[in-house]
């Protein structure tokens, strides 16, 4: 069973910055692909971002690349989410998420594919 915690959301003015953060229990954590979702009000979630077990490939939707950057540091079972120049169109609920059964593997596999949720940290950007 892995438990994961999400920080760092906040109200920022659109062209800000913020840096989330997913803290995970269990020893497992770093088999796991770590996801990033989010989902803005009245829309469905929606995949933002993928890193594999070792950090070595990421993934990003096409509506965040060059924007958005995830990484990990396993020693510290916590998976990051670098959020640049962000827009009143990125405001919603990001949530991470642990794919336990293809860590390896860079291509999303979508919310069905998660086996593990956080509850969501809330980011609202101003305009």
């Known amino acids: 069973q892995v438990q994961l915690v999400e920080s760092g959301g906040g109200l920022v003015q659109a062209g800000g910055s913020l840096r989330l953060s997913c803290s995970a229990s269990?020893?497992?954590?770093?088999?796991?692909?770590m996801d990033w979702f989010r989902q803005a009000p009245g829309k469905e979630r929606e995949f933002v971002a993928r890193?594999?077990?070792?950090?070595?490939?990421?993934n990003y939707a096409d509506s965040v690349k060059g924007q958005f950057t995830i990484s990990r540091d396993n020693a510290k079972n916590t998976v990051y989410h670098q959020m640049n120049s962000l827009k009143p169109e990125d405001t919603a609920v990001y949530y991470c998420?642990?794919?336990?059964?293809?860590?390896?593997?860079?291509?999303?596999?979508?919310?069905?594919?998660?086996?593990?949720w956080g509850k969501g940290t809330l980011v609202t950007v101003s305009s």
């Open positions: 890193i594999t077990w070792s950090g070595a490939r990421t």
């Open positions: 269990g020893r497992t954590f770093s088999n796991y692909a």
């Open positions: 998420a642990a794919d336990s059964a293809y860590g390896g593997v860079v291509v999303a596999t979508g919310p069905d594919g998660m086996d593990y």
